[in-house]
């Protein structure tokens, strides 16, 4: 049986983790066509309240003009 993580939590400011990837994709419009994306994340370790995590959802989508029909998350 896999080890549980352990959850913890920082003061605001305190800690972040970063994660920068190379993917190689096809896309359904091209799918011959192989293509590199670069994924970069960064996570804060302090807990935002609902307001605020909407708020960066609506600054993510103006900066990339629109919303997705999807949305998924990592664990």
Known sequence: ???FEVRFETPPGDQAQVDFA???LQFTNKPTITRIVWL??????????MQTVLRCHMAAFEAIGGVPNEISTTA
């Open 1 to 3: 049986m896999p080890a």
């Open 22 to 24: 190379q993917f190689q």
């Open 40 to 49: 970069f994340s960064f996570v804060l370790g302090f807990s935002q309240d």
